[in-house]
Structures are given as structure tokens and as C-alpha cells.
């Protein structure tokens, strides 16, 4: 059974910082694997998806990787913003089916300090 | 394009009354779903609809029911509430084989 967990749960950072979250997972037999951002008392927004034959997906200051081998993915964060405040979270899509369904981390709560 | 707009926001139940929640995307998207999102729990899967017409259960189906009303809608019903259905509910869709899902603003529904 496929299991995701990100690491740390919750990250305090000064703007300006270059920083990583880190997701897990046990089934290496993945499609694909997303980033998503929900902000408090919101609905979740994707920012990367990277195929599981990707090893990298870029969006201006977002850089997301994939290393199925070892059942990782990072979020890289570049020149960090208070605007990047929120909650981060992963999911991994099973391959079987052409309704994908995801298994999602807990997430890491971001706080960047002005 | 409004995208996915679910209905109501917030909502506050007694034990054992019921209620169905609101969902309609307007992106032509065939596959819609519906999440709970719990602290420590993660989001999980209640039920989806991979197309108009066709229902499944997802991790998390007890004590809930689904209707999918046409390629639009996709409501979410509880038939007699419970204290353990306290949560925030999410609405999803994506396109057939699509894997990017987008999501509504959630219902934060307590249950006293």
C-alpha cells in the first residue's frame, strides 16, 4: 500500500532563503507525483507535476524533482517570499486505472519571516 | 470560468440531521471527487465519478452518499450525521486521464 510522508511537518524560514521539502514514498511503481499549495482556509492549487518518467519540473522559483529509485521528491524554493507562506503538500498517483487516484502527504507548513 | 464552486461554506449540524453538499466545475471535466481533510489524517477519498453516471468509493465511504447529477454536479450527502464527520470537505476534478486536479474552496462542516 503506498504511503506518502513529508518532512519536516511544519518550516520557519527568513525571506530571502533557499529551501527544500522533502516528500517520501514506499511504492516506487508511481505515474506521476504532484506539488500542490493551499493557503489557510483555502482550496489546494497545483504547482508541479512531474511524470514518473521526469526527473524535474520547473515553475519560475519552483523547482520540483523526482527520483523514483529512491522514492523521493523535493520542492526547491528559491529567494523565498512572506507570499510563500502556506501549506505544501505532495501526492502520489498509483498507475493503474485511468482514474489515478492520489495518495496525498500530512504536508509542510511554510512560514517565511519578513 | 468560475472553475469548482462547492455550496455551502461553512455549515454546523446536530447529530443525526442531514445535509448535501454542493459541487459543480464548469470545465467540462469528466472526472470529479470528493475529499475530507482532517489534522494528522491527511486528505482522503470519499467517493469519486470517474464519468457522468458512474459512482465509486473511495478510502473513506461510510456514512455518505453521492449523486452525480450530470457532467457538472457532484453532491455529497450525509443521511444522518455524526460528531466524526466534523471536517473540512473538498470538491475535485480533472479530465479524463488527466492527473492535475482542481479543487474548490471547501465546506468546513461541524457536527455538535
Known amino acids: 500500500k503506498q504511503e506518502v510522508t513529508q518532512i519536516p511537518a511544519a518550516l520557519s524560514v527568513p525571506e530571502g532563503e533557499n529551501l527544500v521539502l522533502n516528500c517520501s514514498f514506499t511504492d516506487s511503481a508511481i505515474y506521476n507525483l504532484q506539488w500542490f499549495r493551499q493557503d489557510p482556509g483555502k482550496g489546494l492549487t497545483s504547482l508541479l507535476l512531474?511524470?514518473?518518467s521526469q526527473r524535474e519540473q520547473t515553475s519560475g522559483r519552483l523547482n520540483a524533482s523526482l527520483d523514483k529509485s529512491s522514492g523521493r521528491s523535493t520542492l526547491y524554493i528559491a529567494a523565498s517570499q512572506p507570499g510563500d507562506s502556506a501549506t505544501y503538500l505532495c501526492a502520489a498517483s498509483g498507475v493503474a486505472g485511468n482514474n489515478r487516484k492520489l495518495i496525498w502527504g500530512l504536508g509542510t507548513s511554510l512560514a517565511v519571516n519578513p | 470560468n468560475a472553475g469548482v464552486t462547492q455550496t455551502p461554506k461553512f455549515q454546523v449540524l446536530k447529530t443525526g440531521q442531514s445535509m448535501t453538499l454542493q459541487c459543480a466545475q464548469d470545465m467540462n471535466h469528466n472526472s470529479m471527487y470528493w475529499y475530507r481533510q482532517d489534522p494528522g489524517m491527511g486528505l482522503r477519498l470519499i467517493y469519486y465519478?470517474?464519468?457522468?453516471?458512474?459512482?465509486d468509493k473511495g478510502e473513506v465511504p461510510n456514512g455518505y452518499n453521492v449523486s452525480r447529477l450530470n457532467k457538472r454536479e457532484f453532491s455529497l450527502r450525509l443521511e444522518s450525521a455524526a460528531p466524526s464527520q466534523t471536517s473540512v470537505y473538498f470538491c475535485?476534478?480533472?479530465?479524463?486521464?488527466?492527473?492535475?486536479?482542481?479543487f474548490g474552496p471547501g465546506t468546513r462542516l461541524t457536527v455538535l
Open positions: 465519478s470517474a464519468s457522468e453516471g458512474t459512482t
Open positions: 512531474i511524470q514518473s
Open positions: 475535485a476534478s480533472t479530465w479524463p486521464g488527466g492527473d492535475t486536479q482542481y
